[in-house]
């Protein structure tokens, strides 16, 4: 008999296929008026020095004076709606591909056959609905959003698909209504929005999703696209923000970990974190699953598939919103 041991090289695809969001404005008061682009335009800006001093320069008011006069000159990107526009439209879409357990990649059919066994028993016991709720949540309440939602005075979500050729839409007027610390509370049309998610994850039904917010917040208010990763340290620009075809737009990335932020399963957790293989939040620079611990997905996953040993109920919820979320969890990366 021989010792099953993780396989060197194991990846799952992504289950919630996530696209960009894409940025229009219009005016609240000519809600049938066309739609028109958020652009991203070029700013340049003369800058205080506002930066923690060195002591030496700070206590010495000659010094500090010398500090202040040289120019802090910055060229960034910025995104604003138009000063005949108040609401912000934000579109994407959500695919909702079948979660059976079977990895895209697994090179040990051993492995392979009793990763499967396991999560088969976890849908059979639980099923997907606990998962299909929170995401569900997170959309409408326009968590994905992030820093847009903060700003917004109202915001109206719409959520449309086609089931069986039947076209179904789902309004909530008010999503700042609904809180982001917790997954307890109702709205109408919330378990429709679920049910939706999980039968695409159950391979009932193609599922797509068609999302869009509208965000009231303000003639010529700024908003907030993406800000890109700059690797060439040599661009002119402190800011760089997100384009598509001229279009501000958010990572799509960026919209997946809101989505995905169901994991209130960590210990003596405060808030939803995303659901992340050691609950990184690169925000806080915290990782809230500590391997030390033992409440990290790599020691709850081998545990339940090598040693038949499985976590409670609520750390089974966060292996599988892993196992939804996609990556590569091979034992070749392990040192």
């Not at 050691?278 to 806080?284: E, K, Q, W």
Request: aromatic share 8%; hydrophobic share 35%; with cysteine.
């Amino acid at each position: 008999m021989t010792t099953l041991t993780t396989a060197s090289v194991l990846a799952f695809e992504r289950n919630l296929d996530i696209s960009d969001a894409t940025f229009t404005q219009i005016d609240s008061q000519k809600p049938d008026a066309k739609a028109s682009m958020v652009k991203v335009r070029e700013k340049s800006v003369r800058g205080t020095i506002s930066n923690r001093l060195k002591n030496a320069i700070a206590n010495d008011p000659t010094k500090l004076d010398a500090e202040i006069q040289k120019p802090n000159l910055q060229t960034v990107d910025v995104a604003t709606l138009d000063d005949d526009k108040d609401t912000l439209i934000a579109r994407w879409s959500c695919k909702v591909l079948p979660f059976t357990g079977e990895p895209s990649v697994c090179n040990n059919s051993d492995y392979q056959a009793k990763l499967i066994d396991t999560v088969s028993g976890y849908l059979q016991q639980h099923g997907v609905n606990e998962l299909a709720r929170r995401y569900a949540a997170n959309i409408v309440n326009a968590r994905w959003l992030w820093r847009n939602r903060m700003g917004a005075e109202t915001i109206r979500i719409q959520v449309r698909t086609q089931i069986d050729g039947k076209d179904q839409t789902l309004e909530f007027a008010d999503a700042k209504a609904h809180p982001l610390n917790h997954f307890d509370w109702q709205a109408d049309g919330l378990s429709q929005l679920s049910d939706w998610i999980a039968k695409g994850l159950r391979g009932e039904a193609f599922v797509i999703l068609y999302i869009e917010a509208r965000a009231k917040v303000g003639y010529g208010q700024e908003v907030y696209p993406s800000q890109e990763l700059i690797l060439d340290t040599g661009n002119r620009k402190s800011k760089v923000l997100y384009q598509i075809n001229d279009k501000a737009g958010m990572h799509s990335q960026k919209v997946s970990n809101a989505i995905r932020t169901i994991d209130t399963w960590y210990p003596n957790a405060q808030f939803p974190v995303a659901a992340e293989p050691y609950g990184a939040v690169t925000t806080l620079g915290t990782a809230f699953r500590q391997p030390k611990k033992g409440d990290d997905f790599y020691t709850l996953f081998d545990n339940w598939v090598l040693k038949g040993t499985a976590p409670s109920v609520d750390e089974q919820h966060y292996v599988i919103s892993v196992l939804i979320r996609g990556g590569v969890f091979g034992a070749s990366g392990k040192e």
